[in-house]
C-alpha cells in the first residue's frame, strides 16, 4: 500500500524550502492498493486453506492407519496455525496499515510544519527496535531504522520518533535538520515530513 501523491525521500531538500512549499490545510491524501492488499491476504487464507486441509486429511488418514504419533503432532500443530495464527496475521497487520495511514494522514493534512532536528539515527534488525544495532553499507528492505527528532513548539522543546525503511534515510545525518509536521493542539501527534508514500502505511510500527 502506498500514497497516489508522490513524495519524495526526508532530507533531500532543506525544511525551509519544504515549508515553503507546502500546500494550505487540509491537504489532499489518499491511499492506493488497499484492495489489492485485501485481495493477497484473502488468497494466501484461500490457498493456506488448501494446502492445509490436504495435509490434515492426509495425516487423518495415516493416523487412522497406523495410529502414527507423528501424524497426530501435524495435525495437532497445523490446526492453530492455520485457524489461528495465519488469520490473526493477516488480519492484524492489515489493521495496523490503516492505522498508521490514519495517523499520518490526520497529521499531514491538518499539521503545522516546524523545523526539527535529528538526535539519533539507528539502525536496526528483527523486531526488538530499540536495542539490536546493526553496522553494514547497504540499504535493504528487511532493515528499518529508528529516527529519534526534536522540535520546539512556543518555546517548548518535543520529541518524536520515526522507524522507517533503511532505504528512506538515505539523505539523513545526525544533527540534520529536517521538516516536522504537528498537531497544534497535540503537538506529541507528528512525523518527520516527507516520507515516501509507503511508509506512511508503517510509520506507528512499534511506537
Not at 88 to 105: A, E, G, P, Q
Request: hydrophobic residues 45%.
Amino acid at each position: 500500500m502506498h500514497t497516489r501523491e508522490v513524495f519524495y525521500k526526508p532530507g533531500i531538500e532543506p525544511p525551509e524550502k519544504i515549508i515553503e512549499g507546502l500546500a494550505e490545510v487540509p491537504r489532499p491524501l489518499h491511499a492506493a492498493g488497499v484492495r489489492f492488499s485485501v485481495a493477497w491476504r484473502s488468497l494466501v487464507f484461500v490457498v493456506a486453506t488448501l494446502v492445509c486441509g490436504y495435509a490434515l486429511y492426509w495425516s487423518f488418514q495415516i493416523y487412522l492407519e497406523t495410529a502414527s504419533f507423528i501424524h497426530w503432532f501435524i495435525i495437532i500443530a497445523v490446526l492453530p496455525v492455520w485457524l489461528g495464527f495465519l488469520p490473526w496475521w493477516l488480519i492484524s497487520s492489515y489493521r495496523s496499515k490503516l492505522k498508521s495511514f490514519n495517523y499520518c494522514k490526520n497529521i499531514y493534512q491538518n499539521g503545522v510544519p516546524a523545523i526539527g532536528t535529528i538526535n539519533a539515527l539507528t539502525r536496526f534488525t528483527g523486531g526488538v527496535h530499540d536495542s539490536h544495532h546493526s553496522e553494514h553499507k547497504w540499504a535493504s528492505l528487511l532493515f528499518k531504522a529508528r529516527v529519534d527528532y526534536t522540535f520546539t513548539v512556543d518555546n517548548t522543546i518535543k520529541t518524536g520518533t520515526a522507524l522507517l525503511r533503511e532505504q528512506s534515510i538515505d539523505y539523513l545525518s545526525m544533527n540534520d535538520n529536517v521538516c516536522v509536521l504537528y498537531l497544534p493542539e497535540n503537538p506529541s501527534d507528528n512525523m518527520i515530513y516527507p516520507i515516501p508514500g509507503y511508509e506512511f502505511f508503517d510509520y506507528l510500527e512499534k511506537k
